[in-house]
C-alpha cells in the first residue's frame, strides 16, 4: 500500500496525482506499494485574482500564477515527480480537470519524468486498474477550451462590472452566463406582473349506475363545441339546462398506452429530481454526489466509490452495466421487466466521454449502504439508484379509458377517464408521475396540472342509463407563467443550451449572493437591484446578454475543444465588437430607469434621474453639484427574516437572517435588550456557539499580552488575546509537561462551565444545522412556525 505518512515519497514509484483527499484515499485501496497518490485539493494555478490576467496584444495568452495558499502543494508535488519513475495525472474526467492536469504537468515539467493522463469514470478497482494500464496524453484541445471559456467570463466581469460600477455603485458584477439566467428571472418576473388573470368555469357532474357506483365527470361539450364559460351567469345558465335530462353512457374507448421507462440521470437532470423530490439546492446535490464519486466507507470494504462521474450530459451507458442490472431485474423481479437499455444519445454539447449517473455496483441497494451514509447521501443514492435501475427496465403499460356520458337530445357530453396498470414494468422502481410529467413538458413557463383519473365502475356498458346525482360549478382563473424554481431554471437553461454541467450549480447561488436574487418558498424572485441590472445591462448590451448569443458562444466553445476552431479566433471575435460597444456606451450609458426624469422642481434646469447607493435608490438632479435636491425612492437593504430559530441565550426572542458588512448572520429579534448573534459557515449552515477561550498567565512572545487557550480539530492551542491586530502563536510542545497539565485541567473545568447550547426551533425541535439557512426558513414556514415572506409583505402592504 501506498505510504500514508504526512510527507510522503514516491521513490521508485509511479505518481499518480488526483484533485481531492477523498479520491486519493479511495485509490489508495487499490493499488499496491508501487505507486503513490498524492491530492493537488483542486486547481493549483489561476489568472490572476486583482487583474484580467489576459494579455490583449499576444494573442489573447492567459497568464497564471500559483493560487495564493497552494506553494506547499506545489512544492510537494515538484518533490514528489522528481523521485518517481512516471507521472500519471488522474484529475476530473472534464475540461476543468484537463486544465489542472495540464498546470501540474507544466510545474513538473523540471523533472523530465513521463507525464501522462489517466481518467476514471468511476472510482472503483476495475475502472482504476484499467485506465492505469492505459494511460493517454493531456488533451491541449481541452484545455484551450476551458481557458477560451475562462478567458469570455473574464473579459465579461472585467469589462462590464466597471461599467456597472459607474451607472449604479461599486461592487456590483456582471456575469456572461449568470447575466442572462437574471435576465430570464426578471423577464419572466415582468410577464407575471403585466398578466391579467381571465376566469372560466367548468361544470362537473357525479354520476350513479344501477349497481349504484358513482363516479366523478367534467362537461366538455355543449352542442359540439368545447365550452367557454366565463361568468358565474353562463355557468348557472348551462347548468339550469342540464337539469332534468336523461343520461346514458354514450361512448366507451379503452386503449393500451405505454410508458417508456425514464433516461438515466444527466447533471442537469439530477439536480432538477433532487430540488423537486428532495428539496435540494444544486449545490448541495452536487457536493452530496462528489462525496459518493470520490468514495464512502463501507467497513471491510474500505473507502468505495458509489456513483459514476456526476458532471455529464450523456445519457449513455456502458455495455457491462446494462448487463449487470438486467441481472440484477431479472433475479428481483423476472426477466419480463428488462428493457433495451433505454439508453438515449448524447446531448448536443455532451461530453461522451462520460456515462450518465449511474451506482458503480447496480448489487449495491440503498438499504444496504445505509448504515453507511448521511441522511443526505442516502436519499441522494437512493434517487439515482432507482433512477438507473428503472431506466433498465421494460415500459409500463396502462390502459386508458374514456367514458363520455351524454344526454338523450346529445347537446350535453361530460367525460370521466380512468386508469388501469396492466403491466407495471419500471413503476415497479420509479413511480414519481409528477417528476416524470415535469420532465416531459419543454417549457417551464406553466405549472403541472394533472389530468384528473377517477376511477370508473367495474361493469358499464354503452347505452346504460345513468342517474345524476351531483352537479357542480367551480369558478377558476387562469394563471400567469410560473417564477422559476432552482429545478425549472436549471431546465430552462439546458433547454437553451446555455451553461455546463459544472456550471449549473453556481448560476443560483452567485445570484443569490450578488443579492440579485430572492428564494421565497422555493420561488426565485428578483430583487428591485437585480432588476435595475438587468434592465441596464441588456439596453446597453442588447446583444451580449442574449440567450441565443449566449447559446453560440457555448457551441463555440465545443469547437475549440473538437479542433475546429481556436482560442484566439473566438476570443477576437468576441471582444473586439465588446470592446467599440463599450468604449461608446462609457460616455453615453443608456439607463431606462430614467427615460422620462423630470424637470428639477428646485433649480428648473436638470432633471430627477435615478441614482443607486448600497443602500437604495434615490432620484437626484442632474445638475448636481450645483443643485443637491434629492429625494428617497426605495432600499436595497434587505428585511430582516423569520427564520423560525429561537435565541438560545435568552430563551424569548427569535433569530432574524440579516445581512452586514460581512455578509448574512443571525441576529436576536430582543436587540438591544439580548444580542445574541450566531453566524453562518460558507454553505449558508448556521455555526455552533463557540466556547470562548481561556485566559491563560502565559505572555505573546511578540506583543507581552495574556495568550488564549483554545481548543481545535488537532486538540488544545495558544493564540494571541490581541488577535487580528497580533497574530502570535505559542506551540504546544514547546510547554513542559506540567504546564501542559495544568492548561489542560484548566481547559476540562473550563468546558464544564460551558456546557454546549443546543440551538432549537420555536416548537423546540432541534435546528437542523446539516441545512443552508434558506431551507430551514422554508421547513419553519411549512411547519407554520413563522409566516411566509412574501404573505408577510401582502399583510404589511395592507396593514
Not at 484541445?141 to 469570455?152: D, H
Not at 443607486?612 to 435608490?617: E, I, V
Not at 450566531?678 to 499580552?705: F, Y
Request: net charge positive; with cysteine; charged share 25%.
Amino acid at each position: 500500500m501506498a505510504s500514508k505518512s504526512a510527507t510522503p515519497s514516491a521513490r521508485n514509484r509511479t505518481l499518480i496525482v488526483v484533485e481531492s483527499p477523498s479520491k486519493a484515499k479511495t485509490i489508495n485501496k487499490y493499488l499496491g506499494d508501487d505507486y503513490t497518490v498524492y491530492a493537488s485539493v483542486g486547481h493549483i494555478k489561476d489568472l490572476p485574482k486583482k487583474e484580467i490576467g489576459i494579455d490583449f496584444d499576444n494573442h489573447y495568452e492567459p497568464r497564471y500564477e500559483v493560487i495564493a495558499g497552494k506553494e506547499k502543494v506545489v512544492r510537494q508535488l515538484k518533490k514528489l515527480a522528481g523521485e518517481a519513475n512516471e507521472v500519471l495525472i488522474a484529475t476530473d474526467p472534464d475540461r476543468e480537470g484537463e486544465a489542472i492536469a495540464w498546470h501540474i504537468s507544466n510545474e513538473i515539467e523540471f523533472a523530465k519524468k513521463p507525464v501522462f493522463r489517466v481518467l476514471f469514470n468511476e472510482i472503483t478497482k476495475n475502472a482504476i486498474i484499467e485506465s492505469v494500464n492505459n494511460p493517454k496524453q493531456i488533451d491541449y484541445r481541452l484545455v484551450r477550451s476551458q481557458q477560451t471559456r475562462q478567458g469570455l467570463d473574464k473579459i465579461v466581469g472585467y469589462k462590464i462590472s466597471p461599467f456597472l460600477w459607474n451607472v449604479v455603485y461599486r461592487g456590483l458584477s456582471a456575469g456572461r452566463v449568470q447575466s442572462v439566467a437574471l435576465r430570464l428571472i426578471c423577464e419572466r418576473e415582468t410577464e407575471i406582473e403585466a398578466f391579467t388573470p381571465q376566469e372560466y368555469w367548468t361544470i362537473y357532474a357525479d354520476f350513479t349506475t344501477d349497481a349504484g357506483e358513482t363516479f366523478r365527470t367534467k362537461l366538455v361539450k355543449v352542442k359540439g363545441d368545447k365550452p367557454d364559460i366565463t361568468s358565474g351567469e353562463e355557468a348557472e345558465a348551462i347548468a339550469s339546462a342540464i337539469q332534468g335530462r336523461l343520461f346514458a353512457i354514450g361512448e366507451i374507448v379503452p386503449k393500451v398506452l405505454q410508458r417508456k421507462q425514464p433516461l438515466p440521470f444527466t447533471t442537469s437532470l439530477l439536480q432538477q429530481a433532487a430540488s423537486n423530490q428532495l428539496g435540494f439546492g444544486s449545490q448541495k446535490t452536487m457536493r452530496t454526489a462528489q462525496q459518493l464519486y470520490e468514495g464512502i466507507d463501507l467497513g471491510p470494504e474500505g473507502a468505495t466509490g458509489l456513483i459514476t462521474y456526476m458532471r455529464t450530459d450523456s445519457t449513455r451507458i456502458s455495455g457491462e452495466a446494462v448487463a449487470q442490472a438486467h441481472d440484477y431485474i431479472s433475479q428481483q423481479f423476472g426477466p419480463e421487466y428488462k428493457g433495451f437499455g433505454s439508453q438515449g444519445k448524447a446531448g448536443k454539447n455532451a461530453q461522451d466521454a462520460h456515462e450518465a449517473i449511474r451506482p458503480t455496483s447496480v448489487t449495491r441497494t440503498p438499504e444496504s449502504l445505509r448504515r453507511h451514509l448521511t441522511p443526505d447521501q442516502f436519499r441522494l443514492y437512493e434517487l439515482i439508484w432507482k433512477r438507473f435501475v428503472a431506466a433498465m427496465m421494460a415500459p409500463a403499460k396502462i390502459e386508458q379509458t374514456r367514458v363520455d356520458v351524454e344526454d338523450h337530445q346529445k347537446e350535453f357530453v361530460f367525460r370521466a377517464t380512468g386508469n388501469k396498470v396492466l403491466f407495471p414494468g419500471f413503476f415497479r422502481v420509479y413511480d414519481d408521475q409528477q417528476e416524470l410529467e415535469y420532465e416531459a413538458q419543454k417549457s417551464t413557463r406553466d405549472e403541472i396540472e394533472k389530468e384528473q383519473m377517477v376511477k370508473l365502475p367495474e361493469k358499464i356498458s354503452v347505452s346504460d342509463q345513468l342517474a345524476m346525482s351531483a352537479l357542480d360549478r367551480k369558478q377558476s382563473f387562469t394563471r400567469p407563467p410560473a417564477r422559476f424554481t432552482e429545478a425549472s431554471l436549471v431546465k430552462e437553461l439546458d433547454n437553451y443550451g446555455i451553461g455546463r454541467p459544472s456550471t449549473y450549480a453556481s448560476i443560483f447561488s452567485t445570484l443569490q449572493e450578488r443579492r440579485y436574487v430572492e428564494l421565497q418558498k422555493k420561488k426565485i424572485i428578483p430583487t428591485e437591484l437585480g432588476r435595475d441590472v438587468s434592465t441596464i445591462l441588456v439596453a446597453n448590451f442588447p446583444d451580449l446578454f442574449n440567450v441565443r448569443f449566449t447559446a453560440e458562444m457555448e457551441d463555440e466553445l465545443d469547437k475549440v475543444a473538437s479542433g475546429d476552431d481556436e482560442y484566439e479566433k473566438v476570443l477576437d471575435a468576441f471582444y473586439r465588437p465588446l470592446e467599440s460597444v463599450l468604449s461608446h456606451r462609457k460616455s453615453d450609458p443608456l439607463i431606462p430607469q430614467n427615460r422620462d426624469a423630470v424637470i428639477c422642481q428646485k433649480c428648473g434646469k436638470g432633471h430627477m434621474v435615478v441614482k443607486w447607493t448600497t443602500s437604495g435608490k434615490f432620484l437626484g438632479c442632474s445638475d448636481y453639484p450645483k443643485c443637491k435636491n434629492v429625494k428617497a425612492i426605495t432600499t436595497n437593504k434587505a428585511k430582516p427574516k423569520e427564520t423560525g430559530v429561537r435565541c438560545p441565550s435568552c430563551g424569548e426572542g427569535h433569530m432574524l437572517l440579516r445581512n452586514g458588512r460581512f455578509g448574512p448572520f443571525l441576529a436576536c429579534s430582543n436587540y438591544p435588550k439580548c444580542n445574541t448573534l450566531l453566524n453562518l459557515s460558507k454553505l449558508r449552515h448556521i455555526e455552533p456557539i463557540k466556547v470562548p477561550p481561556v485566559t491563560t498567565d502565559l505572555a505573546c512572545a511578540k506583543c507581552g499580552a495574556p495568550m488564549y487557550l483554545r481548543t481545535g480539530k488537532r486538540g488544545l492551542w495558544l493564540g494571541c488575546s490581541k488577535f487580528p491586530k497580533c497574530r502570535g502563536r505559542l506551540s504546544w510542545n514547546t510547554l513542559d509537561e506540567a504546564t501542559q497539565k495544568r492548561l489542560e485541567k484548566a481547559m476540562d473545568e473550563h468546558m464544564a462551565a460551558h456546557p454546549a447550547v443546543t440551538i432549537t426551533m420555536l416548537d423546540g425541535t432541534p435546528a437542523p444545522m446539516n441545512l443552508p439557512i434558506e431551507d430551514i426558513i422554508t421547513r419553519a414556514e411549512d411547519a407554520g412556525l413563522i409566516t411566509a415572506a412574501s404573505e408577510q409583505q401582502e399583510a404589511e402592504a395592507t396593514a
